[in-house]
């Protein structure tokens, strides 16, 4: 099978070949996996390949909606027994799970071929994908730029068309994020709704959810059905709706009211860019018949939830570090310095604070339920700037050094004092502050791309719903991608056509 053909069809659709007979998923493997091959040095998506086990599994008889399809996992929380999950850590990059996660047999029972595991940052701790185990993942649209993180080497591999689509998670918008940066559809599910079992019930107190990225709405609704319900060991039996998510891709959403928010404590300035992502699809929008209302600020203080969510990281960031040492018997050189200094600092608060700032939660819950209770959708930027350069955001030379310094002192909690906290908030956040805030209230999310820049690079627009919003997510990205569709468009960056060209 040659890649146009291959490229030319979603997961869906080349599931419909493979039960027609006219291509067999061994041939779907070896299209997927020339085009890995092709784009590896640029793009540096993929960190493990499993092409033994995928060969195996591609000459089974497969059953189920994605039959033979071509799938890559997340390097972070999507455990395929018998291989290591590194989680872009040193630490881990040898230690092979021994069970697969609930979602990954969810995946298998639904027939994909899974043949490799994708780049993440360390412990998924960044919005870009640049771990010092395996080096960065880069922008099909734009090799210069980041594909952001921490599900950023599943986004590049599904823009540059090695997969239809992808395994990808979210804990602070790391689906939304790297689907802005990369043009594809990201769907955050709410609260509950996906397992993260078996080892755990829930995530960052269930912020964090597994999903995927895709190049189509019906792909990423049709892998809601097969990933969504309850498991026996989970804190929560979801509310599934009775249809099909599938079967709401294609249905009238209905006359929605739309509140339409650029405004961000963490960031004054958005890119004039991230504004026009909003501006043209709220004309879209309104030419569909919705009412859409610009709004003069968040439905929540987004600095004040900013703080919270970083609060909430850092302990989450020093729990996975020791445990990680318990676990292994890893040393500290195995941990990215950035890694070891925000695990300090996450040990160095008090257990009053910590928990103080997930129970504001609530407050934050609360809130946007009340702007629920007037609109149907918040719709925001899905980035307030460009996908950053690669490296743009390291930690300068002379700062690693002071933190090294100070984590050999063990005076590493002196920078709680120092206004690190803020700084994190003004260097990592600035560029994405719309995408916390569906987290910690544990709202569904999505983002979808809806506009390029002049110069070729995708910008997409979240949208944010209320509970057991995420048919009505459905419906409204299935609208709109029959009126500003972008399935067709291909990046020229990885086929010598410029760092930032697009092709339809």
């Not at 404590?265 to 504004?275: K, R, T």
């Not at 609109?375 to 700062?399: E, F, H, I, K, R």
Request: glycine share 10%; aromatic share 6%.
């Amino acid at each position: 099978m040659r890649f146009d053909e291959y490229r030319n069809h979603d997961a869906l659709g080349l599931a419909a070949l493979v039960r027609g007979g006219e291509v067999t998923p061994g041939e779907l493997l070896d299209a997927a996996t020339q085009r890995a091959d092709l784009v590896a040095p640029q793009l540096n998506a993929i960190v493990r390949r499993m092409d033994d086990q995928a060969r195996a599994r591609a000459a089974e008889e497969l059953t189920g909606p994605f039959a033979g399809v071509p799938f890559l996992l997340k390097d972070l929380g999507q455990d395929h027994r018998g291989v290591p999950t590194s989680g872009g850590s040193r630490s881990l990059a040898e230690v092979p799970a021994t069970e697969h996660a609930t979602v990954v047999q969810r995946w298998l029972d639904a027939g994909v071929v899974v043949f490799g595991k994708t780049n993440t940052p360390e412990f998924g701790a960044k919005a870009v994908t640049e771990p010092a185990l395996f080096g960065p993942s880069r922008n099909p649209w734009d090799t210069r730029r980041s594909p952001g993180g921490s599900s950023g080497g599943s986004a590049a591999a599904v823009a540059a068309g090695i997969v239809p689509v992808a395994g990808a998670s979210d804990g602070g918008g790391s689906i939304r994020i790297p689907a802005a940066c990369c043009g594809l559809v990201g769907l955050k599910p709410g609260r509950g709704l996906v397992p993260m079992g078996p080892v755990r019930g829930e995530a960052m107190h269930g912020a964090a959810t597994n999903g995927v990225v895709s190049r189509t709405v019906r792909d990423t609704a049709a892998m809601l059905d097969v990933l969504a319900g309850g498991e026996p060991g989970g804190p929560y039996v979801p509310s599934v709706p009775p249809e099909t998510f599938h079967s709401q891709v294609g249905a009238d959403p209905g006359r929605l009211r739309i509140g339409l928010c650029t405004a961000s404590s963490i960031n004054a300035s958005p890119h004039p860019e991230a504004l026009a992502s909003v501006d043209s699809a709220g004309r879209a929008l309104e030419e569909l018949g919705h009412h859409v209302e610009i709004l003069e600020a968040q439905p929540v203080d987004d600095l004040a939830l900013a703080r919270d969510f970083l609060t909430s990281w850092f302990a989450y960031l020093a729990w996975t570090v020791e445990s990680t040492r318990r676990r292994t018997g890893c040393r500290d050189r195995d941990f990215e310095t950035d890694t070891r200094i925000v695990a300090a600092l996450g040990r160095s608060q008090s257990s009053v604070d910590y928990l103080a700032a997930v129970m504001r939660r609530d407050d934050y819950a609360r809130e946007l339920t009340a702007f629920f209770s007037d609109y149907d959708l918040l719709m925001t930027p899905g980035l307030a700037d460009l996908p950053p350069l690669v490296g743009a955001l390291d930690t300068p030379p002379w700062a690693a050094r002071s933190a090294e310094a100070l984590l050999a002192t063990r005076t590493a909690p002196l920078l709680r004092h120092s206004g690190f906290a803020e700084s994190i908030i003004n260097d990592n956040l600035s560029w994405v502050p719309y995408t916390q805030l569906a987290n910690l209230t544990g709202r569904p999310a999505m983002s979808l791309p809806l506009h390029w820049t002049p110069e070729g690079l995708p910008m997409g627009v979240q949208f944010v719903a209320p509970l057991g919003g995420e048919s009505r997510l459905l419906r409204i990205a299935g609208q709109l991608e029959q009126v500003l569709p972008w399935a067709d468009r291909q990046p020229g960056a990885i086929d010598g056509v410029g760092n930032a060209a697009s092709r339809m």
